[in-house]
């Protein structure tokens, strides 16, 4: 039976039907989670699509088993994201035939034995990136890694340490795309490594290490020893009761060092790990394959080698009647059933899962490769299938903790507010528990369970000591799931929640945007003017849930406020100093400290600062952390980021070595790798192709793709080739090629000869620009600065600025613009997007 598509205008007006007016939940709902086969055709018209597919598919999973739920009873718990949220691969991926792609959000890779060897580093590189091509986030740790200047037994004669691996790994995610998505990666190290400066330091060099999250591991002997003023011993192999390489270190030096970084550029975050060990009961089967050795790129999952998870969210704001009412409650009972619930259909994905990577080994199996080729990435398939199957690990987190605290009348960061969160929290681990000890009943507990092995886990005697009938039960009839709770970002799906993301406080619960008018227009509405002279209507966004209390308070959310009246509204309701820059840093740690006793893997969250807050700030938070029991704490000083990727000169009070001057290539290579950049203006299909030296931009053709004079290019495509070649009459040609599904290299002839004359030669000029290094930020003001009078042309120069925005570094200030939205020059560029630090607004393309 042939499915149904549906034109991009008409899924985008079905699903803001859907989101009630929200074009951001609807733009973002069918870029990311409609299901799309690989030529863009689009087969689901809105949410309520997606969530029958889900419904429908985890029916057919808990038909397997007793008491299985019906898909009437799934939609309804999925239904307008209420209830239970499936996150990210889950959503994308449940019931979609499309794709051949994991549902699991998150893997961490290794090896064993001696793993300091190049082909344990090597196969390390590959495996990142068979799993980054399956949507897969990944994480791996550096410390089995010889230190610099270790003897090796090849030509290089001694090691050349973490700081070139990290680069390798790093370039190998940033070439691989997920549908629009670039891959996700986290490196960690210990601080025992005698590397470990070397790799705190790394990221703190413009243009270094930019396609991976790194965070240092950190020991209790190290945080005293840093606290006291005393020595650290450094050693390698770290575990070894005989390292080869030994040193003596001042702890508190080092531990400077890191907290001057983390203010500075954000990074390195930090783990404390053997609070997560300690904590950790899959760590209680560490002999049996289970020792946590990396998280996943945000944090919120320590694993051991070739596990993987699995997220999904509970909406806590749906639990709260009455909401911003004096007769608002939060009901336990309702809440409860359905946290069992989350925790069923999280093991019911696992099934989904193991479904899908048999699929994956299937298509590795029938690839016209080698078996040589294809017997790594199948092996370690296998891996993944067997831990997944034999630990049945899931990830039930929550989001709308700070509008849940709001509804109820409580300000986020005050006593009150955190002593609530923590039962509610604690609740989430009962039931989830609770739940997974009845699946073990109905359907077996997980393969290597044993109750001797977790009888001194704090978590579990935690649980025990809450409900010591749970723990009888668990002795009894065991487990299905060796570790079940997170808290992870849930940055898109608080989008379609409309409510504020994971445990965080609300952004701004009103600000100001700005929409160009034609001041021409009679009925045009002009609030402000910029110095080019363009007008604009200001008018003013409100937090979903704060036009809930509007409306619970008797005010008229459609009403034009002045900006007194919005002041005095914000201060009588309960979002009043309770947003990211209102909650007291320090109570925010101690509150995530808290909450982590009841999350047996690990919470996701950044301390947001402003720009004026001084390294000791961060030493304290990081202390603190520690302190309070998180498991790892990353900070965000406004700023910091860019403040480092700007940086083109040393900074002698830092202490940061010189960057060194980009290297010019003037004749230009035969070859060059080239992105492929789609993007679409007036309804014209444009194309561009941008050739890569070393990773930049080196030279760009951009033109219409599908009219006469243009070029016909399969949807699928996005890397390939350019090909310089000279006639014997001196004459250039350009040509692209890219690789079919048979492998068979197909090329498109004449780059040069099919687009506009034009459009190649301002490309050639701009081409000129790029080749001789100048800055991407400040090509793109000058393509714009360009005075054309042709008005294809014009498209066309805002098709090289969208092609070349991709490729300018994450963090990096738009210098001298201003945000549309707000009006601060607060603007930063994030994924080729301009993100506005002030209101948070963003803008692409």
């Known amino acids: 039976m042939e499915k149904n598509t549906y034109s991009y205008e ?19 709902w069918i870029n990311k989670y409609a299901v799309k086969d690989s030529f863009g055709n689009i087969y689901e018209k809105s949410p309520d699509d997606m969530h029958w597919r889900i419904a429908n598919e985890i029916a057919r999973v808990e038909a397997k088993y007793p008491n299985a739920l019906s898909s009437q009873e799934l939609f309804n718990l999925l239904d307008h994201f209420k209830y239970i949220v499936p996150q990210g691969s889950p959503m994308t991926g449940i019931g979609n035939n499309y794709q051949v792609a994991s549902l699991s959000n998150c893997f961490v890779i290794g090896v064993d034995g001696a793993a300091d060897s190049y082909g344990a580093i090597i196969k390390i590189d590959e495996e990142q990136v068979q799993l980054m091509k399956r949507r897969g986030g990944v994480g791996h740790d550096l410390s089995h890694i010889r230190p610099k200047g270790s003897p090796v037994k090849n030509s290089a004669l001694t090691s050349t340490g973490i700081v070139p691996f990290m680069e390798r790994y790093s370039n190998s995610t940033r070439e691989v795309a997920q549908d629009g998505r670039r891959g996700a990666l986290m490196l960690s190290v210990s601080i025992k490594h005698p ?13 270094r290490v930019t396609g991976a999250n790194v965070s240092v591991k950190l020991d209790d002997d190290f945080m005293k020893a840093a606290s006291e003023g005393g020595i650290y011993k450094q050693q390698y192999p770290i575990d070894s009761e005989n390292p080869t390489t030994v040193k003596e ?3 508190s030096s080092l531990w400077k060092k890191i907290v001057h970084n983390a203010w500075k550029s954000a990074e390195p975050g930090v783990l404390f790990w053997d609070t997560i060990i300690k904590e950790s009961v899959p760590d209680c089967y560490a002999d049996l394959g289970y020792k946590t050795t990396s998280t996943n790129p945000c944090g919120e999952i320590p694993l051991c080698p070739y596990d993987s998870c699995r997220l999904l969210a509970i909406n806590l704001y749906s639990y709260v009647v009455n909401p911003f009412t004096k007769d608002a ?52 398939w296998e891996k993944i299938y067997k831990k997944s199957g034999q630990g049945r690990r899931t990830g039930v987190g929550i989001t709308a903790e700070g509008d849940m605290l709001a509804a109820l009348g409580l300000i986020y960061g005050t006593e009150e507010a955190t002593t609530f969160s923590e039962e509610v929290h604690k609740t989430i681990a009962i039931n989830a528990y609770s739940s997974s000890v009845q699946m073990a009943k109905e359907r077996g507990a997980f393969e290597i369970y044993d109750w001797e092995r977790e009888q001194n886990n704090p978590f579990i005697n935690r649980l025990k000591e809450a409900d010591p009938a749970l723990y009888e039960d668990m002795k009894k009839y065991g487990r299905r799931n060796i570790a079940c709770l997170t808290i992870a970002p849930t940055g898109t799906t608080s989008l379609m929640t409309q409510t504020t993301s994971g445990i965080e406080p609300v952004f701004l619960p009103v600000y100001k945007r700005r929409r160009k008018v ?11 003017i910029d110095e080019t002279g363009d007008a604009f209507e200001e008018y003013i966004v409100f937090h979903h849930k704060f036009v809930d209390w509007m409306e619970a308070n008797g005010y008229n959310a459609a009403k034009r406020y002045t900006q007194e009246e919005i002041d005095e509204l914000v201060k009588q309701s309960p979002y009043y100093k309770a947003t990211s820059n209102d909650v007291d840093w320090l109570m925010k740690v101690k509150m995530q400290g808290r909450i982590q006793k009841w999350v047996d893997h690990s919470i996701s969250v950044t301390i947001n600062l402003p720009n004026d807050v001084d390294e000791e700030l961060v030493n304290r938070l990081y202390v603190e952390a520690w302190k309070s029991g998180c498991k790892g704490c990353t900070v965000y000083r406004d700023g910091s980021r860019s403040g480092v990727l700007l940086s083109t000169k040393s900074d002698k009070k830092d202490e940061l070595p010189p960057c060194q001057p980009p290297t010019v290539v003037e004749v230009r290579p035969k070859v060059l790798e080239a992105d492929v950049v789609r993007f679409q203006n007036n309804k014209e299909k444009w194309v561009a192709f941008v050739g890569l030296l070393e990773g930049r931009p080196y030279e760009i053709f951009t033109g219409l793709q599908d009219d006469e004079e243009g070029i016909l290019l399969p949807k699928t495509v996005t890397m390939g080739r350019i090909i310089k070649t000279v006639d014997e009459n001196g004459i250039k040609r350009y040509d692209f090629q890219f690789q079919n599904k048979r492998g068979y290299k197909t090329t498109i002839e004449g780059l040069n000869e099919k687009f506009n004359k034009e459009y190649w030669n301002y490309a050639k000029l701009i081409s000129g620009v790029l080749r001789y290094r100048m800055p991407i930020v400040q090509v793109i003001k000058l393509v714009g600065q360009l005075q054309l009078d042709n008005e294809s042309i014009n498209t066309w120069k805002n098709g090289v600025e969208r092609a070349l925005k991709k490729y300018i570094q994450d963090g990096t200030e738009a210098r001298g613009k201003k945000c549309p939205n707000c009006g601060n020059e607060t603007l930063i560029y994030q994924e080729g997007c301009l993100i506005c630090t002030s209101c948070g607004s963003s803008r692409c393309g």
């Open 10 to 28: 008409e899924a985008f007006e079905s699903s803001l039907q859907y989101f009630k007016g929200d074009e951001l939940a609807a733009r973002v």
């Open 195 to 207: 590397d470990s400066e070397a790799f705190i330091d790394a990221k703190m060099t413009e243009g």
């Open 249 to 251: 270190i001042d702890a």
């Open 329 to 380: 409650y939060f009901d336990f009972d309702l809440f409860k059933k359905h946290v069992a619930l989350a925790q069923r259909i999280m093991d019911d994905i696992i099934d989904l899962e193991l479904e899908k990577i048999e699929r994956i080994m299937e298509k590795i199996d029938s690839d016209p490769e080698y078996e040589e080729v294809k017997h790594a990435e199948k092996l370690l």
């Open 518 to 528: 034609n001041p021409n227009d009679a009925q045009s509405h002009v609030d402000f």
